[in-house]
């Protein structure tokens, strides 16, 4: 989920997907193009999608993100973009697709769950709240577009069981809203705010030894049925990451979480 000014809204207007709308798609294994998808591409990974590919795969956040992460810093940028490094072979494909297809399936990130449907959140000022925007844009190269089958974003998300994920990535645009004007004084990400607030949002396991083997608890409140889910629940732990950078970083409030 990209963050759109009102300015780019306008380029992609044409295919955006109205309230109420719906677009046609079916993806099979008999399509001409299947799997093609998978094959040498920019995939973004939000917090949400390494939390789940890490557990699928039985590895630390930090060890997801050496093996299988790029982070790239754009110009003007102030927090690094996560992206799934693709395998090293001629066609540059997804590291987990398999002969058969994908082999994280039901993990799959939130891009390939939406897929051909791309989400932005359209911020129009200052204080207004977000809204969130749906564009159908599959590649010219994909015939599931000649399908016949309808969908609503509503009905698509569901059998895409992307309602967890939408539901996350979503507070992920909220929160990194914040990065974009630059709240590291000048030091950049590498700094150690900027470390910190990765850290809460990317790396689960480094961010449960700071919450309780720091002097974390000492310093926040936090509800005692929220911290012991986080204490063995990764998505409790993200959610607490998000609010505590919105706290120690946008000094915005949060319900959850509060300076003792």
Request: some cysteine; glycine content about 8%; hydrophobic content about 40%.
């Amino acid at each position: 989920m990209k963050t759109l000014p009102l300015d780019q809204m306008a380029r992609l207007g044409k295919h955006q997907i109205p309230p109420g709308g719906g677009f046609r798609f079916r993806c099979h294994p008999g399509i001409s193009c299947f799997n093609r998808c998978c094959r040498n591409l920019n995939l973004f990974l939000y917090p949400y999608d390494v939390l789940r590919l890490k557990n699928r795969l039985g590895l630390t956040s930090g060890e997801f993100i050496e093996r299988h992460a790029d982070l790239v810093l754009r110009p003007s940028q102030h927090f690094p973009d996560v992206l799934l490094r693709m395998a090293h072979n001629p066609e540059h494909t997804c590291p987990f697709l398999g002969a058969a297809g994908c082999d994280v399936y039901a993990d799959r990130p939130d891009a390939c769950r939406s897929f051909p449907v791309e989400y932005g959140l359209v911020f129009a000022g200052p204080h207004a709240p977000p809204r969130t925007v749906a564009f159908f844009r599959p590649p010219e190269f994909c015939r599931g577009q000649d399908e016949d089958q309808f969908w609503t974003l509503e009905t698509w998300g569901a059998d895409q069981q992307a309602q967890a994920h939408h539901r996350m990535t979503r507070r992920w645009g909220e929160l990194r809203a914040l990065f974009q004007e630059d709240p590291w004084e000048g030091r950049g990400p590498d700094a150690p705010k900027g470390k910190m607030a990765f850290m809460a949002t990317y790396n689960v396991d480094a961010f449960r030894e700071f919450v309780f083997q720091s002097s974390f608890l000492a310093r926040y409140r936090v509800p005692e049925a929220h911290l012991a889910a986080a204490r063995g629940d990764d998505q409790a732990l993200l959610e607490l990451g998000f609010e505590w950078v919105k706290v120690f970083l946008g000094h915005r409030p949060s319900d959850l979480i509060r300076l003792r």
